[in-house]
T-cell receptor, first 110, second 115 residues
Framework: EDQVTQSPEALRLQEGESSSLNCSYT??????LFWYRQDPGKGPEFLFT???AGEEKEKERLKATLTKKESFLHITAPKPEDSATYLC???????????FGTGTRLKVLA | DTGVSQNPRHKITKRGQNVTFRCDPI?????LYWYRQTLGQGPEFLTY????????KSRLLSDRFSAERPKGSFSTLEIQRTEQGDSAMYLC?????????????FGPGTRLTVL
């Protein structure tokens, strides 16, 4: 069965303390892997799309990487405004739906 | 692009009542998706439209749920005879389509509370 697992469930960082979030997946065929940010009470906001192992994408303090079994979202020198839930989703070959993980709740303390 | 819009943003109803939600996708996006999200969980796929055709439905979508996209533009999701377990955030997303670029953009969601 296609599955997406995110870790840790929650993460507290001091401002400036870099870290990484993990998304591991087991799918029959990967069409794409997506990272979203979600603030409380709002819809997910698109961050990155990754298609193949070895691919990397960067945006401000965020960098996403992809291997054949997992993806990492690296956060460099985070700020309090980076506090949110980060969701990982995969799109399986032959379908257009996303399968989401349960997310990592990030809290960055000033 | 003005983004995906959803109405209403919040809905409180009594058990057994019917509710309908509306989603307006980004213009010219031909794919539209509905997801459901409960507290502490990631969004869970419900159904998918390409233009006006409903091409995929989750096994989780009971016969009390129905979705339409009559002219390939906006979509509605109706829940009949609501139950307390239907309380959740209902999210709509749209994508442009194409062989590879299929990034889904989400609306703000409709929060349903069933009393």
């Amino acid at each position: 069965e296609d599955q997406v697992t995110q870790s840790p469930e929650a993460l507290r960082l001091q401002e400036g303390e870099s870290s990484s979030l993990n998304c591991s997946y087991t799918v029959s065929g990967l069409r794409g892997l997506f990272w979203y940010r979600q603030d409380p009470g709002k819809g997910p906001e698109f961050l990155f799309t990754l298609y193949s192992a070895g691919e990397e994408k960067e945006k401000e303090r965020l960098k996403a990487t992809l291997t054949k079994k997992e993806s990492f979202l690296h956060i460099t020198a985070p700020k309090p405004e980076d506090s949110a839930t980060y969701l990982c989703a995969v799109q399986v070959s032959g379908t257009y739906k996303y399968i989401f993980g349960t997310g990592t709740r990030l809290k960055v303390l000033a | 692009d003005t983004g995906v819009s959803q109405n209403p943003r919040h809905k409180i109803t009594k058990r057994g009542q019917n509710v309908t939600f509306r989603c307006d996708p980004i213009s010219e996006h031909n794919r539209l998706y509905w997801y459901r999200q409960t507290l502490g969980q990631g969004p869970e796929f419900l159904t998918y439209f390409q233009n006006e055709a409903q091409l995929e439905k989750s096994r989780l979508l009971s016969d009390r749920f129905s979705a339409e996209r009559p002219k390939g533009s906006f979509s509605t999701l109706e829940i009949q005879r609501t139950e307390q377990g239907d309380s959740a955030m209902y999210l709509c997303a749209s994508s442009r389509g194409g062989s590879r670029t299929d990034t889904q953009y989400f609306g703000p969601g409709t929060r349903l509370t069933v009393l």
